[in-house]
């Protein structure tokens, strides 16, 4: 059991609030981190997946011009799917996470570790952050899922 999920579904519970997430490059990692905690269907019942492009396109209404524009890997598509997560799912909050793993896939501009985040909130304010985590795959996807956890901690206060 991952802490960080444990917080996160209690801080949810106590709020009275619920969430969603979008993963890309964790492919559900995030999700399986707040399902593995007894009750999260209370305040947990959306997880998209979306590892491919015309996932972020189908699945959460991210606009295919944007991906072709900025990149699958970029702060507007990590914006679109915290997004479209959020109003998907009916959440109070979601969060989205699209970044580039390795071992492969890296450039000089986004190289192996980069991820961006979105965090999509009901009153209409989205965050994105951008993190460059070291490692290789396995630590930089464990990496993102803390990180991911921990930005919903804080948005639910």
């Known amino acids: 059991m991952n802490p960080r999920a444990a917080a996160v579904i209690g801080r949810a519970?106590?709020?009275?609030?619920?969430?969603?997430?979008?993963?890309?490059c964790t492919g559900g990692m995030i999700a399986a981190a707040l399902t593995d905690i007894a009750g999260a269907s209370a305040v947990f019942g959306h997880g998209f997946v979306?590892?491919?492009?015309?996932?972020?396109?189908?699945m959460l209404g991210v606009e295919p011009g944007l991906i072709a524009r900025e990149g699958a890997v970029s702060e507007t598509v990590a914006r679109a799917m915290a997004e479209g997560a959020r109003a998907r799912a009916g959440?109070?909050?979601?969060?989205?996470?699209?970044?580039?793993?390795?071992?492969?896939?890296?450039?000089?501009?986004?190289?192996?570790?980069?991820?961006?985040?979105g965090l999509a909130r009901k009153d209409g304010a989205t965050l994105a952050e951008r993190r460059v985590f070291p490692g290789g795959r396995d630590a930089v996807r464990?990496?993102?899922?803390?990180?991911?956890l921990d930005l919903l901690a804080a948005a639910l206060g």
Do not use: C, Q
């Open 142 to 148: 464990r990496a993102t899922v803390d990180h991911a």
């Open 13 to 24: 519970r106590e709020a009275g609030r619920t969430i969603a997430t979008a993963e890309s």
């Open 91 to 117: 959440a109070d909050l979601a969060v989205a996470v699209t970044g580039i793993a390795g071992p492969e896939g890296g450039s000089a501009e986004k190289p192996v570790g980069t991820v961006w985040f």
């Open 50 to 58: 979306s590892y491919a492009n015309d996932a972020k396109v189908a």
